[in-house]
C-alpha cells in the first residue's frame, strides 16, 4: 500500500512538471506574438499572424511593405534574440545554482561576463587604430568576437586553476571572483584612457541591450544555444544525483571534480556567446531558477528547460518594458533586469529561502 502511495505522488508531482512545462511553452508562444505588436508602428496580431503565414507560403494575403518591414527585419529578430538569450542565460543559471551549491550563483558567478566585457572594451578603444576606416563598417562585429574571445578565454583560465585545485566549487567559485574584479578594473581602466565617444559606445554596450538584433544574429546563436542546453540537459541525472552531497555521487560513481568543471564550462560557454551580442544582462539566471523550484522543485530534468523558457519569458518581457517606456526612445534592457532583479537578490539573501535545495 505505501509503495502504491507513494507512486501516486511520484506521478502526480511528474504531471504537475508537464503541466509547469507546457503552460511555460505556450506562454512564450502567445508572448512572442503579442510583444510583436507593441511599439510606435500600430500592429494587430491578426497582421503579424498573416505575415508569418505569408512568408512560410501558407498564406498569400498581401500586406503593405512596412508592416512586413516592421515584423521582419525590426521587431521578429529582436524577439527571437530575447527569446535565444534568456534561454541560454535560464537554463545555465539552474546548473550553475546546483553544480556549486550556492542559491546566489548565477552565469556570471564564474566572471565571464567581466571577461566578456573587457574584450568588447578593448575592441571598442583599440577597433580603429588596428582597423582604420574599416572599423566603422565592421564595429559591431569586433565588438563580438572581442567579448566572446575574452570570455572564452576566462573560461579556460577558470578550468586550469580549477584543475590544479581539485575543481572544488569553492575554487570555482573564489577564482571566478577574482577574475571577475581584475577585469572590472582593466573596464574602468579603458573608461579612464578614452575619449568622450568610446566611453559612451562602452558605456552602452555594458548596460546591455537587444536594439542591434539581426537575422544574422539568429542563425549564429540558435544551434549554438540549443546545442548547449541539450549537453546541459544530458548532465540532468548526474546533478540530481550530485545535490544529494558529494560522497554519495561519489560512491554512486560519478566524477563530481570532472561533472563541475564540465558544466561550468558549457554554461560559461552559452553566457559568453549570448552576452557577446546583447552585452551585460544580469539577473535572469539567477530569478528563473529559484521561481521554477518554488513551483516545480529540485528535478533538474525539468529545471534546466523549465528555467530557460521562464527565462527567455522575463527577458521578452523586460525588453518590450525598455524599448516602449519612454517611447520612441528607449532604455537598456539591462536596467530593466536589475531593477526587478535587485529586490529579489535582496529577498533571497534576507529570507535565506534554503528550503528549495533540501
Known amino acids: ?69 516592421v515584423i521582419l527585419q525590426l521587431r521578429m529578430p529582436r524577439v527571437l534574440l530575447a527569446v535565444i538569450t534568456g534561454l541560454a542565460l535560464g537554463s545555465s543559471g539552474v546548473v550553475m545554482q ?38 566603422a563598417k565592421y564595429g559591431s562585429w569586433t565588438i563580438i568576437f572581442g567579448a566572446f574571445l575574452m570570455g572564452l578565454l576566462t573560461i579556460l583560465l577558470i578550468n ?14 573564489l577564482s571566478g571572483v577574482a577574475l571577475s574584479y581584475l577585469f572590472s578594473a582593466g573596464v574602468s581602466l579603458l573608461k579612464y584612457l578614452t575619449d568622450h565617444e568610446q566611453l559612451r559606445e562602452l558605456t552602452v554596450w555594458l548596460m546591455g541591450g537587444l536594439y542591434r538584433a539581426e537575422w544574422i544574429d539568429i542563425i549564429i546563436l540558435t544551434p549554438i544555444v540549443l546545442l548547449g ?25 560519478i566524477n563530481v571534480e570532472k561533472l563541475r568543471r564540465n558544466g561550468c564550462v558549457i554554461t560559461a560557454f552559452l553566457t559568453s556567446s549570448v552576452i557577446a551580442f546583447t552585452g551585460i544582462i544580469g539577473f535572469i539566471g539567477l530569478i528563473a531558477p529559484h521561481i521554477c523550484r518554488m513551483v516545480i522543485g529540485n528535478d533538474n530534468r525539468f529545471l534546466i ?16 518594458v525598455a524599448r516602449i517606456i519612454i517611447n520612441p526612445a528607449e532604455l537598456p534592457v539591462g536596467i530593466i533586469t536589475s531593477i526587478c532583479g535587485v529586490p529579489f537578490f535582496l529577498y533571497l539573501v534576507i529570507k535565506k529561502r534554503r528550503s528549495y535545495w533540501k
Open 1 to 69: 500500500m505505501e509503495c502504491v502511495d507513494r507512486q501516486g505522488v511520484y506521478l502526480k508531482s511528474l504531471s504537475k512538471r508537464y503541466t509547469f512545462l507546457a503552460i511555460l511553452l505556450i506562454l512564450l508562444l502567445l508572448s512572442m506574438l503579442y510583444f510583436i505588436t507593441l511599439g510606435p508602428a500600430n500592429i494587430s496580431i491578426a497582421e503579424v499572424y498573416g505575415v508569418l503565414l505569408k512568408k512560410i507560403g501558407l498564406s498569400n494575403k498581401e500586406y503593405s511593405g512596412f508592416i512586413e518591414g
Open 98 to 135: 546546483s553544480l556549486l551549491n550556492n542559491p546566489l550563483a548565477s552565469p556570471y558567478t564564474l566572471g565571464v561576463s567581466s571577461g566578456s566585457a573587457f574584450g568588447a572594451g578593448l575592441s571598442i578603444v583599440l577597433g580603429g587604430v588596428i582597423f582604420g576606416g574599416k572599423f
Open 160 to 173: 586550469a586553476i580549477a584543475s590544479m585545485k581539485g575543481g572544488s566549487a569553492s575554487v570555482l567559485i
Open 229 to 253: 542546453v541539450l549537453v546541459l540537459y544530458k548532465f540532468a541525472w548526474d546533478i540530481n544525483t550530485l545535490n544529494a552531497g558529494e560522497e554519495v555521487a561519489k560512491n554512486l560513481g
Open 305 to 320: 528547460i523549465s528555467s530557460g523558457l521562464l527565462g527567455a519569458i522575463i527577458l521578452l518581457a523586460a525588453d518590450t
